[in-house]
């Protein structure tokens, strides 16, 4: 039986995770909160310039109890839980969301988007790449649109993706880190020409935490 077989065989009680650990939460609207990340493995977009190609190939992580996972979080003492990866929207995830809540934990979840999300989520930090597009149906969910800025081209991806959430969405651009001396004037003045948008700093790096 493959991984992948196993995994839609057990209906989001295990799941393959790469690591899970309680930090700062670096980007975008929870920015300096104490969060306990929960990454998981496997990802279909591939952006070139992702920071954590380690979690792409879910094969070289174990699956994992979500019983475990959901412990170590309330052991933790933490408030919220943010789900990541990786791609995390590639498995059912009804049944962490449901028992993190149990916990009286807030949950928030980072994705691109590409997969109809299952589960139950407080939070919904939405990262749309160019290629693997959000779903439809995906950008009225999203509390946050985080679009990362690497050339120009990505303000029209921007705003493409911002024309479809909601009023009470967030807008965010974030600099691609290794563009950020290139970019970073560019969405200074990108932002204050158009101030829907904010900007969001990965701090987490000038801090040097996970």
């Known amino acids: ?5 196993k995994l839609d065989l057990d209906g989001g009680y295990l799941l393959p995770l ?3 650990f309680y930090t700062i939460q670096g980007e975008g609207r929870y920015t300096g909160a104490a969060a306990y990340f929960i990454r998981l493995a496997g990802c279909d977009v591939g952006c070139a310039w992702c920071d954590a190609q380690y979690t792409w190939n879910l094969k070289q992580y174990a699956l994992t109890p979500i019983e475990e996972v959901v412990g170590r979080v309330k052991v ?10 990786g791609e995390p929207t590639m498995y059912d995830l009804e049944p962490l969301t449901r028992a993190l809540h149990e916990a009286g934990i807030r949950i928030n ?10 589960g139950a989520f407080d939070w919904i930090c939405l990262s ?41 969405c967030i807008l965010y651009l974030q600099v691609e880190w290794s ?20 900007v969001s700093l990965q701090t987490h790096k000038y801090m040097n935490i996970p």
């Open 76 to 85: 933790s003492g933490t408030p919220l839980a943010v789900i990541t990866g």
């Open 18 to 20: 790469v690591e899970d």
């Open 128 to 168: 749309p790449k160019r290629k693997k597009a959000p779903l439809e149906e995906n950008l009225p969910l999203a509390d946050e649109l985080k679009v990362v800025i690497s050339d120009d081209s990505d303000f029209d991806w921007a705003e493409a993706n911002a024309a479809h959430t909601s009023k009470k």
């Open 1 to 5: 039986m493959s991984i992948e077989e």
């Open 109 to 118: 979840i980072e994705t691109s988007g590409g997969h109809t999300l299952r």
């Open 179 to 198: 563009r950020s001396a290139q970019m970073m004037p560019k969405v200074v003045e990108y932002v204050k020409a158009h101030p829907k948008w904010r």
